[in-house]
Each structure stands twice: as structure tokens, then as C-alpha cells.
């Protein structure tokens, strides 16, 4: 069994922080509950200035190790690994991220885990050669027969798998979203999720 399985919002609440974040540097209420938008910027109506400038204070290491664990995440992702499945961590951060990134998971036990950066949303730069640094033409050779992902932005990266089931994190910036297929499921929570398997 080969599982994808996304970072941000699946493995850690990443959004709830973002929410507190705009209005400490803002005063723009957004409450988690209200981003309707998987773009943060959309979501909080920020110019282009105010964004970068939160996702610097966002992608601090401090704050990235400060993430709460998505409830029953770190249990399901390692009763997985326990029954011998294939897991691998396909995350959209920025490379400049993965060392922090790989810290987190270790700190809350998935250290048994791969963790691969992948340039999902065209906003970071490859560095040729890493071992951890997916460029697309790499991520396409990959064969996975579960996805776990919230981003409807993600959803293309599985196209070329047509057999894939996606189980979908169910977040409020996807609740308008059309899936592509029957094999979408949207799950409330990892108990759900590992319900499908």
C-alpha cells in the first residue's frame, strides 16, 4: 500500500495558526472557521506586500515547530507504517523549510517517515539533485493507491493516477470544491480517513 499524504492541514493545524497570525499583525478577524479560500491572501484580503510579510512570520522555525499535530494524525500515520504500508510525506513548503519541517515530524514521533518537498503552488526554486526535493517529472514516476490531501489547488498532481482514491481532509476552503471523481472521498478527521482502508 503507497500513501501520499500532504503536510500543512492535514498532519498540523497550519490554518488556525494563520488565522491568529493576520490579526496580530493586522487586526484581520478571519476566524479558521470563515477562510474560505485555500489562497490566504484571497482569504484575508491582503495586498501582495502584507502576504509576503505573513508568510515570512508564518515559515519562521519557531512557528513551524510550534504547529499543533491535526488530532490522531501521528497515531494513524504510525499504526500505517507499523502494518507495513509505504508512506510518504509530499509537502508544498518552500524547500527553505525542509530541515524545520523534518524536525516537527520527528519531534512528534514520525520519524520513520520520508518527507519530500514538492513546488505544488509555483512558488518555490528546486534545488537540483537534493534527495528531498521532488521535481515534478520525479513525483510522476511515483505509483500511490491513497492520497490525503485538503488543497483543491493538489488536486491535479493525481490526474496522472486514475485509479488513486483521495481522501479529501475535510477544511472550510474546500467545502465549495467539485471533485473530479467518485474516488474522492472527504473525510471529517484521521479517524475517518483510516476508516477507509
Request: glycine share 4%; net charge negative; aromatic share 16%.
Amino acid at each position: 500500500m503507497n500513501i501520499y499524504v500532504d503536510f500543512d492541514d492535514c498532519l498540523c493545524e497550519t490554518a488556525r495558526y494563520f488565522s491568529l497570525l493576520v490579526r496580530k499583525l493586522y487586526n484581520i478577524d478571519v476566524p479558521y472557521e470563515k477562510i474560505r479560500y485555500f489562497n490566504l491572501q484571497k482569504s484575508f484580503s491582503l495586498t501582495e506586500e502584507e502576504y509576503d510579510h505573513l508568510m515570512i512570520e508564518g515559515h519562521k522555525p519557531e512557528v513551524l515547530l510550534s504547529y499543533e499535530e491535526t488530532p490522531g494524525a501521528v497515531k494513524t500515520l504510525n499504526s500505517w507504517l507499523d502494518k507495513g504500508y509505504d508512506v510518504k510525506i509530499i509537502t508544498g513548503r518552500p524547500v527553505s523549510t525542509f530541515d524545520v519541517s523534518r524536525e516537527w515530524l520527528n519531534q512528534h514521533g514520525l520519524d520513520r517517515l520520508p518527507l519530500y518537498s514538492l513546488n505544488k503552488y509555483g512558488r518555490d526554486n528546486f534545488l537540483k539533485g537534493s534527495t528531498f526535493n521532488l521535481q515534478l517529472d520525479d513525483y510522476y514516476k511515483m505509483h500511490f493507491d491513497y492520497a490525503v490531501e485538503d488543497s483543491p489547488h493538489a488536486f491535479k498532481f493525481f490526474d496522472h493516477l486514475p485509479a488513486l482514491k483521495v481522501l479529501v481532509f475535510d477544511r472550510p476552503w474546500n467545502q465549495d470544491c467539485t471533485f473530479p471523481n467518485q474516488n474522492y472521498i472527504r473525510c471529517h478527521g484521521w479517524q475517518a480517513i483510516d476508516a477507509e482502508f
